[in-house]
């Protein structure tokens, strides 16, 4: 439902041209608009064909692989060349589609595309558990291991490799 959402949107993903006030949008404020709408992911607000995609990826994923799909803004980081650790989250959320706001789409997407595969409204209910809010002020590396069971970035070479890989920061910012 967000309009501010829907035109971050148009700028990252369709070349819109970022205006002043959408330059100097904080993390946070980004995060809380989001918190506060239906919305899984921020590619959403980009069509409502991707809106339904985003719903339906996450529900497979967590149905079949138990994984959680985290969703988080962060400021622009002041390196030149930025690793992971650069990323500041200033709002951010894993398994969003646990959330009350957004339960209810993601249950009619997956039934929607994948009737009869699951008792949807089953795995919704009860398996689905709860969203997770990330640590905010914390870096991107370190909310990859948040919950129980999580394996440490400082006990495993596969994250820690991945955290020092420079991520093209045109990928996801707003210009």
């Known amino acids: 439902m967000s309009q501010e ?8 993903y369709d070349g819109q041209t970022a205006d002043q006030t959408q330059q100097q949008m904080e993390a946070d404020y980004a ?5 506060n709408d239906g919305a899984n ?3 959403s607000y980009y069509t409502q064909y991707e809106d339904l995609a985003m719903l339906f ?7 079949y692989d138990d994984i959680d799909m ?3 803004f962060a400021g622009k980081p002041a390196a030149e060349e930025p690793v992971c650790e650069d990323y500041l989250v200033g709002w951010g959320e894993r398994n969003r589609i646990a959330a009350e706001s957004v339960k ?3 249950e009619f997407a ?5 009737p009869g595969a699951t008792d949807w409204s089953v795995f919704f209910a009860t398996i689905v558990g709860m969203p997770q809010s990330m640590v905010v002020g914390e870096d991107w590396c370190a909310n990859l ?3 129980t069971g999580a394996r440490s970035i400082r006990d495993d070479a596969a994250l820690q490799n991945l955290a020092k890989r420079p991520i093209n920061p045109q990928d996801r910012m707003i210009p």
């Open 5 to 12: 959402l829907d035109s971050i949107a148009s700028v990252l």
């Open 104 to 106: 209810g789409r993601a």
């Open 70 to 72: 985290d969703i988080a």
């Open 41 to 43: 992911h921020l590619y």
């Open 31 to 35: 995060g809380a608009l989001l918190q």
């Open 110 to 114: 997956a039934e929607s595309i994948l």
């Open 57 to 63: 990826e996450a529900a497979l994923m967590k149905h």
């Open 145 to 147: 291991t948040l919950g």
